[in-house]
């Protein structure tokens, strides 16, 4: 399935009979539709980073990203963004103006009736 808006793909969703995938999109297929337009694409393909970055938020105002994101898989601290940090919405979600394809069904453990650790 295809969302389209104002004749653009704003996203993309697995057939959801599929075994194998259950209708959830691969890596690739879920972000298909975030790339694909904008002509900085190619030569500004994070722009998270123009606004979240230690050195930007002052003027930005936006919140600056977290110091592990300076830091390499050992701990050591780095002068900028480390490459594996770079794809922001690998992890993060993007924010768009749009209905969710799947409702948001997250209940707190607490509600659960499950204690926090260390809470008995």
């Given at each position: 399935?295809?969302?389209?808006?104002?004749?653009q793909v704003v996203a993309t969703h697995?057939?959801?009979?599929?075994?194998?995938?259950?209708?959830?999109?691969?890596?690739?297929?879920?972000?298909?539709?975030?790339?694909?337009?904008?002509?900085?694409?190619?030569?500004?393909?994070?722009?998270?980073?123009?606004?979240?970055?230690?050195?930007?938020?002052?003027?930005?105002?936006?919140?600056?990203?977290?110091?592990?994101?300076?830091?390499?898989?050992?701990?050591?601290?780095?002068?900028?963004?480390?490459?594996?940090?770079?794809?922001?919405?690998?992890?993060?979600?993007?924010?768009?103006?749009?209905?969710?394809?799947?409702?948001?069904?997250?209940?707190?453990?607490?509600e659960m009736g499950v204690k926090h650790?260390?809470?008995?």
């Open positions: 399935m295809v969302g389209v808006k104002e004749g697995g057939d959801m009979q599929a075994e194998v995938n259950r209708g959830l999109n691969c890596i690739k297929g879920y972000f298909l539709s975030k790339i694909m337009y904008g002509a900085d694409r190619l030569k500004t393909p994070n722009r998270c980073l123009s606004c979240h970055k230690r050195e930007l938020t002052q003027k930005s105002g936006a919140p600056m990203i977290s110091v592990t994101h300076y830091m390499t898989r050992e701990g050591q601290m780095l002068a900028d963004v480390s490459p594996r940090r770079y794809f922001c919405t690998a992890c993060h979600v993007p924010q768009a103006d749009v209905r969710p394809l799947v409702g948001n069904t997250f209940r707190d453990m607490s650790a260390g809470s008995e």
